[in-house]
């Protein structure tokens, strides 16, 4: 029970990796704010982790909304009396060429997936410095360090949230909140079911030293030692679960 009495809020906590993160919290002694936009799923998550004995609520937020995030934390506040750990999750996927995309796409993507994770960030951190500490971990991909052909919005909030991330840990370490990244290469979750071709998962397989696509639980087991004690001096970091993609370069047999 590593994380037992521990309030923690996982956005985009309804699907995928941040489901799964979700349900490792409250496995081990957290009560977890299932906060998402989307309503069914958020109740079928906070209902997967009730039916297992686990302690979570649901929380309704568009993280790219100021005033629904701030919502999220206050209800969070009011609920469990504190904030200890956030895990920002939420995103969208979005495949198109730079040349070929949007306005509106492009304002669309990096208001979800870099603004939302700021908003997120700066709400929880506000509360977190109030109470003298705080984790905050951040979702960024191997999509923010290296850049895969048809990603550009998507590639290039990714980077931002590596930044934001880097920079936070500089001005927060002296307020005892550390802030750290999880960059997944491929995660067999339903964003990935979107944007991924026959020929794009063939891509990864020739690419990945770890000839699979992560399970979501893989990626909760890094973000969970990223949240809890063992990890107490490590900040600024950008831990890739990756299948050992960010290492290497061509790959081939001799
Ligand atoms: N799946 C992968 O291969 C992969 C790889 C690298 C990084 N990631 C990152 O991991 C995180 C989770 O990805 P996933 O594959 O689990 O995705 P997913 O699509 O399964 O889950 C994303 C969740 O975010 C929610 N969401 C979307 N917009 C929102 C908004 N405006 N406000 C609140 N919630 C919103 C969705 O409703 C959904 O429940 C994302 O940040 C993603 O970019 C995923």
Known sequence: ????????????????????????FAQEGATV???????????DAVEAISARGGRALP?????????????????TVDANGRL?????SAAVPSVSKIIDISFET????????LTGTFLCAQAAARCMVDAGSGRIINLASV????????????????????MLTRIMAAELGPENITVNAIAPGPVDTAM?????????????????????????????????FLASDEARYITGHVLNVDGGFDATGLLFEL
């Open 1 to 24: 029970m590593r994380f037992k009495e521990k309030s923690v809020i996982v956005t985009g906590g309804a699907s995928g990796i941040g489901r799964a993160i979700a349900e490792q």
């Open 33 to 43: 704010v299932v906060a998402d936009i989307n309503r069914e799923s958020t109740q």
């Open 59 to 75: 929380v309704n937020v568009d993280v790219s909304n100021p005033k629904s995030v701030q919502e999220m934390v206050d209800t």
């Open 84 to 88: 200890d750990i956030i895990v920002n």
């Open 106 to 113: 492009w304002n669309k993507v990096i208001n979800i997936n």
């Open 143 to 162: 999509n923010g360090q290296r850049a895969i052909t048809g990603r550009g919005a998507y590639t290039a909030a990714k980077g931002g949230v590596i």
């Open 192 to 224: 990935v079911e979107e944007m991924h071709t026959a020929a794009t998962r063939e891509a990864w397989y020739r690419a990945l030293p770890i000839k699979r696509y992560a399970k979501p639980q893989e990626v909760a087991d890094a973000t969970l």
